[in-house]
DNA sequence: CCAGAATGCGAGCGACCACTCGTGTTTGTC
DNA sequence: GACAAACACGAGTGGTCGCTCGCATTCTGG
């Protein structure tokens, strides 16, 4: 016989106006003030003990311990150990809508090469830099199954960001020389990523200006005049 | 009290000649063709269980049933689970080592850029197709810490290969740029094998070119004319 | 102020896994 | 053939970890 507890994770952002309607499963369980303060400590935790242990690794009861609860309480918030990986991902996966949003919807083939280039990647690097647990959730080997989805579908969106770019760049280039390139470039951009969290500093930036001048230097010649050349 | 077992994993060749001298401790323990036989077998089960799995997933059981033996018989060569990843990371650093010495000493200042580039491409990709089980370890966030410190020993290796001959190319460039543009080179070739890692046939070559082009462009403009521009 | 819900606790359960031990079988040696 | 050593087995052991349960405490609506 099982528990009808917490079954609620998912749920900050649209903390009122609960739906009583619908068929008669799972039923709302209001949550307290205290309760958000709790899931938020509870997140911040994990992310920290993911960041130093990985996913697997990390254990549910130091979780709890390093947010300064017991693990009951961990389970009253969430279902299970995936659930918070999850939760994170999604907090990460919105926040990051945000930034490549600004970072690669502006198509604008007027701007040159260069700009383009650099202002993606120093907003992709920016945020990693704030949210170190991003990558260390979609790198990880050992995560849950939902997680590897979400790094697919955000791999899969940012592939056809690059794409939608690339070909309004370069026009008459077949598509799956377009697909191909904007795989290449997602590619350095990840192992260039890992470089510059590597280092700190000045040196960190020196390796940001590589990742651009990668980038720049394999696009350049694709692209004949049109790619504007400053 | 401990058992006196085992102890000797890491012994296949100098099959014969044991060294009876030294101090008094860690007695021979000679081995049959049968027991050599089955050490092979149980790495190469390993292998294929670490890829399909990763290290820490892969349960020793599953290891021993792919080999087709008890769980005994496994611990019967090896002290422990890590021993076997050591043992499996030894052997392949051995070939690893034929491999990429061929691939990256000649550094001929004559042998234009692209012919270089190319060769070592081709060579490291060639190794990693012939055994997945390298790229799992070497990129396993879970795997023990002695692996990871061959995988260290390795990486630097590599990248003061690959300093020795971007400072025989670009004679005048001060140290730090040149170990700088080293670790980026590297880091571009890893990422372009996962690439290759994951498509086949025409479209796996298409991706070696690929990594091929993103090196050459990136190198190309630092050498000014003194690389062979063909 | 008082039910009832939400929150909090922490010992402990069950499953899994690396690893062991007692025992039986094969192989090499004299 | 006899003895020892190497090999093989697989049920079992200890430890870890995800997760639970009963109970105490705090909050909230009426």
């Known amino acids: 016989m ?11 952002h649209v903390p009122d106006t609960e739906k009583p309607a619908s068929a008669g499963k799972e039923q709302p369980r209001r949550r307290q003030a205290r309760g958000e303060r709790r899931i938020a400590q509870l997140l ?3 992310a920290s003990v993911f960041c130093t242990s990985g996913y697997s690794a990390a254990s549910t009861n130091a979780i709890a311990r390093e947010a300064g609860v017991s693990p009951g309480t961990l389970y009253q918030f969430f279902p299970n150990k995936e659930a918070i990986a999850i939760e994170l991902g999604d907090q990460l996966m919105h926040r990051m809508r945000e930034t ?19 202002a993606a990647v120093d907003r992709f690097i920016a945020f990693n830099t704030e949210h170190p647990v991003f990558f260390t959730l979609m790198h990880g080997t050992d995560i849950p199954g939902r997680i590897a989805e979400e790094h697919d579908a955000l791999h899969s969106t940012l592939v056809g960001r690059i794409e939608g770019l690339l070909s309004s760049l ?24 890992e470089l510059v969290l590597t280092h700190e500093g000045a040196e960190r930036e020196a390796y940001v ?9 394999y696009l350049e010649p694709l692209g004949g005049d049109r790619l504007g050349r400053a």
Chains 1, 2 share one sequence.
């Not at 949003?101 to 280039?117: F, I, K, M, S, Y």
């Open 209 to 217: 200006q590589e990742v651009k001048n990668v980038l720049i230097r």
């Open 170 to 193: 370069l026009p008459d280039t077949p598509q799956d020389v377009v697909t191909r390139t904007a795989h290449v470039c997602l590619g350095i951009y990840k192992a260039g990523l």
């Open 44 to 46: 911040q935790a994990a």
């Open 100 to 118: 490549y949003g600004e970072a690669l919807a502006p198509v604008d083939p007027a701007t040159p090469l260069e700009e383009a280039v650099a």
């Open 2 to 12: 099982f528990v009808n507890r917490v079954r609620r994770a998912g749920d900050n």
